[in-house]
């Protein structure tokens, strides 16, 4: 094979290399020879077109008859397998989150593989020493992700009152005396996308539940989430898209939903030292515990389920555009103001740190890998920037 050329021709000394000499050059000869005539065998109007993969259908959930997992997902399920798989304990809240979460991460991990082409995620099983544990899948460096987390996290134990007030938008609803913890269980997943072309956008996404004992001999539960779009380059049919999908999403429930959750999206999202919005939005909340809990599982996972469709098209319309130099620094300037709102501001990552034995890796791969600052830079000298500099500082209606 050429490979196995290349390295004969490399491998050892100059007195070595002379020898072989007169073999490289038939080598060659023949290397030459052989491409030459596929070529000419093949003529370029015949090449097929290479189809982009569909995204991965969700698998059936095991039977009763054989309760093992779903083979979409990427490992086996932090909680016991057989108790999660049984039907006999559908109904059970713990059950459905956890297994939204584990379909969820398995489609969309196995989509984003198939749309690469190259790179693969490492699924990373750990477990957490004051209770539970998660599903980190991370892929880096691919052609089209340059990286790619989705993070499950099934954890109990005791919360302090600090985590306690970055928990929800209702601090307030559990007060402790001094020196005391809440016992808790959290299940959700989370996912950061930050794709290698600057005119694929980044997104993020992450749904929750969360029971906590009340301190009164009761259990207060709810549900969080959302789901926002990161462009670096203003493309209103992407926003529109992205937007439209979530909406149809919410109004299968209600139709004053997507509304509400998309100001509320508007206004959670803000670097309020650059007075800006991270990117165009989507949906975000929180505190969700009503009419009931079968209804608000049920908006969860339509929001859940409308990721893919969401997203990925945006992704194959995009992924191959050709981009500049400048295009890629523009790119990494945005992500700078991406990573200040996730560190100063984003209640999820406060959440995480200020959780007892907290997984940092799990916590903070919602970072690039790589971003930069420049001082004093001023985007709205540029008409391609400032387009996208004045929907950051004044959301637009896209649906």
Request: charged share 25%; glycine share 6%.
């Given at each position: 094979s050429l490979r196995r050329l290349v390295q004969f021709a490399t491998v050892g000394t100059a007195s070595a290399w002379r020898r072989r000499r007169p073999y490289l050059l038939v080598g060659m000869a023949t290397v030459a020879t052989s491409g030459a005539a596929l070529a000419l065998s093949i003529k370029r109007e015949n090449w097929p077109e290479l189809p982009l993969p569909a995204v991965v259908k969700s698998a059936p959930v095991c039977s009763a008859a054989s309760i093992g997992r779903p083979q979409h997902w990427m490992t086996d399920p932090v909680s016991e397998t057989g108790w999660l798989c049984d039907p006999s304990n559908s109904a059970e809240p713990r059950v459905g989150m956890e297994r939204l979460c584990m379909d969820l991460q398995g489609r969309l991990c196995r989509a984003m593989e198939e749309l690469d082409g190259e790179a693969r995620f490492i699924v990373d099983k750990w477990a957490r020493p004051s209770g539970g544990g998660g599903i980190s899948c991370v892929l880096t460096d691919g052609v089209v992700f340059e990286r790619a987390g989705v993070n499950i996290s099934v954890v109990h134990g005791s919360l302090t009152q600090q985590a306690v007030r970055q928990m929800n938008s209702r601090p307030d609803r559990h007060k402790l005396p001094e020196g005391k913890e809440l016992p808790f269980c959290a299940i959700g997943i989370s996912s950061v996308i930050h794709p290698r072309n600057p005119f694929v956008p980044t997104m993020h996404f992450n749904f929750r539940y969360f029971e906590i004992d009340d301190g009164k001999g009761g259990v207060s539960w709810w549900y969080g989430g959302g789901a926002d779009l990161t462009p670096t380059f203003l493309d209103k049919d992407d926003a529109t898209h992205f937007h439209r999908t979530l909406k149809a999403a919410c109004d299968n429930h209600d139709k004053s939903l997507y509304p509400k959750y998309k100001a509320w999206c508007d206004n959670y999202f803000v670097i309020e030292h650059?007075?800006?919005?991270?990117?165009?939005?989507?949906?975000?909340?929180?505190?969700?515990?009503?009419?009931?809990?079968?209804?608000?599982?049920?908006?969860?996972?339509?929001?859940?389920?409308?990721?893919?469709?969401?997203?990925?098209?945006?992704?194959r319309r995009n992924m191959r555009r050709g981009y500049s130099y400048a295009d890629r620094q523009w790119q990494l300037l945005r992500r700078g103001r991406y990573v200040e709102f996730n560190l100063v501001y984003d209640r999820g990552t406060k959440f995480g740190l200020f959780t007892k034995d907290a997984r940092i890796e799990s916590i903070l791969m919602s970072?690039?890998?790589?971003?930069?600052?420049?001082?004093?830079?001023?985007?709205?000298?540029?008409?391609?920037?400032?387009?996208?500099?004045?929907?950051?500082?004044e959301p637009v209606d896209w649906a």
């Open positions: 650059r007075g800006e919005r991270r990117g165009v939005g989507g949906i975000f909340f929180d505190d969700v515990d009503s009419p009931n809990q079968p209804a608000a599982f049920a908006f969860v996972s339509s929001c859940a389920d409308a990721i893919e469709a969401a997203y990925l098209p945006i992704v970072l690039p890998p790589l971003a930069r600052w420049e001082y004093c830079h001023d985007p709205d000298s540029d008409p391609v920037k400032a387009q996208l500099m004045r929907v950051l500082r």
